[in-house]
């Protein structure tokens, strides 16, 4: 994948957001996800070997699947191959989609609609919404916005950057294995056991590089850099997650809020720790900010992988 070709991607993503109407590459990943689930979860095998069969399995589909649709768009045309590239690429970043899903549930809680607040967060998150009051909705904003900046960002440009469209979408079949199976209830605890580790082996570099990039967007952005700073070294370990836990206290920092603590799954209760101090209560405005973030690390984390990609391949 080339320069200019990761540029078109990146574009199309923030101008037009997640392609609805067109075909998307995770809406067949999720299909095919849920097809290996059900002939693979009855198997008689031990439920760690059918999720690692699932990931296998998963993951050769789609590879192959992305590297033949190169191979004949680049068969018979070069241009052609191009806008597939492109296409693909741009299927694999979230921008935009985070921004506008999170802005429906902020607008919702600012017009004082706090269940269609609710709703639209249901929607993007994996923690029971119904009971939230409007400073619990703002801080499950905040903490999906800072973990996908990580997730739907950082990681898909640093996977296509490394190993084009074919790479990209590698990850993204990988990121929605973990948000399909990889939970620790009953049912995924061993058939989800595969997609969660690999899940959080692939996403180990990009959330300390997006940690990392948030600091110094914090000192651009007139936030609190130093605080990321401190926060995110002292509280990012304290997430059950070994990877989220960086975007999420780097963002508490250069916000100056307290994120985590009590959150519904399931209908079980959560005591999640505590990310950050408490000198600030969370409100619409730092959201604002939240969002701003997150767009500077994006097009800090763009310009790396144009540069890289022009170091590694001239």
Known sequence: MTGLELLGAFALDLWLGDPRRLPHPVVGIGWLITT??????????????????????????????????????AA??????????????????????LHRQTAVVVEALTDG???????????IVGRDTAQLDARGILRACVETVAENTSDGIVAPLFYLTLGGPVGGLLYKAANTMDSMVGYRNERYRDFGWAAARFDDLLNWFPARLTGLLMVVASFMLGLNGWQAWRIMWRDARLHASPNAGFPEAAAAG?????????SRYFGQEIDKPKLGDADRQ?????????VYLMYAVSL?????AVVAIYAIRG
């Open 36 to 73: 290996l689930e059900t002939r693979l979860y009855g198997a008689p095998l031990a439920r760690r070997l059918s999720g690692l069969l699932l990931v296998a399995a998963v993951l050769l589909v789609t590879g192959l699947a992305g590297w033949l649709l190169l191979a004949v768009a």
């Open 282 to 290: 969370l409100d619409v405005a730092l959201f604002g900010k939240m």
């Open 76 to 97: 018979a045309h070069p241009w052609l191959g191009s806008l597939v590239a492109i296409w693909l690429a741009w299927t694999c970043l979230a921008t935009r989609e």
């Open 300 to 304: 800090m984390t763009l310009a790396l």
């Open 113 to 123: 609609d706090l269940v269609a607040a609710r709703g639209a967060l249901g929607m």
């Open 254 to 262: 250069a916000l100056g809020v307290q994120l985590g603590g009590p």
